[in-house]
């Protein structure tokens, strides 16, 4: 079982509609996600066991989150439940299709959230990333569970997912990320990211991950690994409605990628040669593009994309 642990919250999406509201404001439509939301949905499209780790709101949006996990199949004993209301974000869609965000966080259910004392049986690996490793108190429940997992020899992965405008004190949050990657088995960043964070792949590498992908949006995915592999696939061409969720697809194709070939370990993850990394990152890349073909964040299902 592969767990992914963060945030849940709720997407309002502008719609294209003629005119607005009565006020010109765009009419914004609820979709759910969350960047680990969106990684554990997308691995129970794709056929992964999965479960999801996170405090969620008995609100309205809180019910339709977790129908949208059990509708993908993924396992929801490890969440908790709270009075608190749904964290919401504000999507504003670029020319390109590119996504930016407004947070509304204050005392939302999922900055609450508490780390479960143990970890699930069968538990072969396990993701983090996004707002639920910046909003305390829930940021330490997390950051906590990663170490205790990576200490336990579970299989971590960890997109930051930089979400600027949530982070007071950049330079604390960068030492903070620095501090993880010795508890992490596979970073997965965005171009973007990289260059907000500082630093390079080679230097992550040294301080823990036996991999880092970096995503190049629709110019696709470079691997780096720590024998100096450094491997580069192209995206995969599409007419792109928007990109929310694109790196949280990528994110599960790997994990069901690499669980695929029975690497998730930092021994097997070494011994996967450079056909077995082409093919987990083309499959990513085709992943991503059919999510960016769609409105909000709807990853494909098996179906949609053969064998990994």
């Known amino acids: 079982m592969i767990v992914v642990a963060g945030e849940a919250l709720i997407d309002l999406v502008p719609q294209e509609t003629a005119g607005g509201t009565a006020a010109g404001l765009p009419v ?10 969106n990684t554990a949905v997308a691995l129970g499209r794709l056929g992964s066991p999965v479960a999801f780790c996170s405090r969620v709101s008995r ?3 809180g019910e339709a989150l977790l129908g949208g996990l059990r509708a993908a199949g993924v396992d929801i004993s490890y969440v908790e439940r709270g009075p608190e209301p749904t964290t919401l974000a504000v999507a504003s869609i670029g020319a390109d299709g590119s996504a930016g965000y407004s947070f509304y966080v204050e005392g939302t259910a ?4 508490s780390a479960p004392e143990h970890l699930p049986e069968g538990v072969r690996a396990m993701s983090f990333g996004t707002c639920s490793l910046v909003l305390e108190p829930g940021a330490s429940a997390y ?3 990663l170490r205790r997992a990576a200490a336990r020899g579970v299989f971590t992965a960890l997109d930051p997912n930089v979400r600027a405008m949530l982070i007071p004190d950049a330079d604390a949050y960068r030492a903070r990320f620095k501090s993880w990657l010795p508890s992490v088995s596979l970073l997965k960043l965005s171009r973007e990211d990289a260059d907000w964070l500082g630093g390079t792949p080679r230097e992550w590498l040294a301080a823990g991950p036996s991999a880092v992908v970096v995503t ?10 720590g024998d100096g592999t450094e491997l580069r696939v192209p995206g995969e061409p599409v007419d792109v409605v928007d990109t929310i969720g694109a790196g949280d697809t990528v994110n599960a194709a790997l994990l069901h990628g690499l669980a ?10 070494a011994a996967l040669d450079e056909d077995g990394w082409t093919a987990v990152l083309r499959f990513a890349a085709r992943a991503a593009a059919i999510t960016c073909s769609r409105a909000g964040a709807e990853p494909p299902y098996a179906v949609e994309l053969g064998r990994p």
Request: no cysteine; hydrophobic share 40%.
């Open 143 to 145: 950051e906590d569970l």
């Open 216 to 225: 190049h949006g629709g110019d696709g995915l470079t691997l780096y690994t």
């Open 110 to 113: 999922d900055r609450l959230f």
């Open 260 to 269: 695929a070939r029975d690497a998730l370990s930092a021994e097997a993850l």
């Open 28 to 37: 914004l439509a609820p979709r759910l996600g969350g960047g680990p939301y």
């Open 59 to 61: 609100d309205a949006f």
